[in-house]
């Protein structure tokens, strides 16, 4: 979802890759490899989906739309939705367990690929002294990252928002992850996301979006997915 307040470098990014790029740490920590945000990286693609007419709302089901899908993450994602006939009451089984794993690992994946961010080797010791083995994230393009960041924090400080950042706004709001952007007052910025979130402040059409399609189907996506915990590690 393109904007021309994201830097250039991240302005082909996907919704879920957005997500992930903007809760990276500003000093260049590792992007995230907890398992915690998977289910707002599912709602993020599926809203993707859902705007581009690739994937529609059938009122019980989802089904596949008339424009095609380039992208091979929201790719996978329509095809885990519809394997099993894309029923809504269906939503857990489809976007739970492995699932949400895998789309947290995809979705880093496509990171690394676009050359945001590197794997770092490290190994961390608990208490008990068991060596735990894995990957970190470590952002590349720090400079991109407050740019974007900073386009985030301006609309949760008052500015305007475009589709693109609105949307972003909508999923970090229900995702519980406004602070995560270190807002300069943390409360208006939470009030500021929720209000965006029920179509204020923003476009009319955006507003139609938002309200109709964005917030239920974040939220739906959410509540699925509280029953479930993802256990999920890179391997």
Excluded: C
């Amino acid at each position: 979802m393109r904007s021309e307040r994201w830097s250039p470098r991240t302005a082909d990014l996907t919704l879920p890759e957005r997500v992930a790029w903007v809760l990276g740490d500003d000093d260049g920590r590792p992007v995230s490899t907890l398992t915690e945000p998977a289910g707002l990286l599912v709602a993020a693609a599926m809203v993707e989906l859902l705007l581009d007419a690739s994937l529609l709302d059938a009122g019980t089901a989802y089904r596949r739309g008339p424009v095609g899908i380039d992208d091979p993450l929201l790719s996978w994602v329509a095809d885990s939705l519809l394997a099993h006939g894309g029923a809504k009451s269906d939503l857990q089984h489809a976007v739970t367990g492995n699932r949400g794993a895998q789309m947290i690992r995809r979705t880093m994946d496509r990171l690394v690929e676009r050359g945001l961010a590197g794997r770092e080797p490290r190994r961390v010791f608990g208490y008990l002294a068991m060596p735990v083995f894995g990957s970190a994230l470590r952002v590349h393009e720090v400079d991109a990252l407050h740019h974007d960041r900073a386009a985030v924090r301006a609309v949760l400080d008052g500015e305007e928002p475009d589709e693109a950042v609105a949307m972003l706004v909508v999923l970090l709001h229900h995702g519980r992850r406004v602070r995560a952007l270190s807002p300069a007052d943390p409360v208006l910025a939470a009030k500021r996301a929720r209000a965006v979130a029920m179509g204020h402040h923003v476009p009319l059409g955006v507003s139609q979006d938002i309200r109709r399609l964005v917030s239920p189907t974040v939220g739906a996506v959410l509540a699925a997915l509280t029953a479930t915990t993802v256990i999920g590690s890179e391997r």
